[in-house]
């Protein structure tokens, strides 16, 4: 029984080894004209595959060169703004300067403030930035921001009475809103 039992080991391992042996070297047989389709396949693909190879490293060098430029753009975006902006402090520093050397001539050191804000104002405007204008308007959550509320029985309810700290436009973008006084209705005993 147990050299039976060794024989049919030996022979199952001896099936087993040739169908592993068979399964490696299994040879196919096609004809020609296909041998030929699939050897230009095979370098086609080849060629696709160090294509593509080729373009996503084009592509990742693309990306990271993006990247770069944005960063400097980012960081260099606001320099002409910047250098506008010097030209004003500047002025304000000569403004200054007049100030403290104690010249008594208070309507040219008003005169020039003048011409430091008109030259500001100015900057502001060429770079889209606008007032918003608010008094007398109705009050709008988008463009102001109520700090007070009064009774004004001369001006229609929830009206802008008055502007406590001017809000601006950048491109019709909201960038700071107007700080405002807000009518509201008087109670109806003070109404009649």
Known sequence: MEKEKEKRENHEHKKESAQHDAAQEKTVIVNEVEYNRLKEEAAKASEYWDRLLRLQADFENTRK?????RADFIRFANEGLISELLNVLDDLERAVELAQTKHEDLPAFLKGVEMILAHLYELLKKNGVKPIE???????????????????GAVAENSVVEELQKGYLLHDRVIRTVKVKVSKQG??????
């Open 65 to 69: 060169r993006l990247e770069r430029e």
């Open 134 to 152: 608010a008094k007398g308007k109705q009050f709008d959550p988008h463009f102001h921001e109520a700090m007070l509320q009064v009774q004004d």
């Open 187 to 192: 109670t109806q005993g003070e109404n009649k």
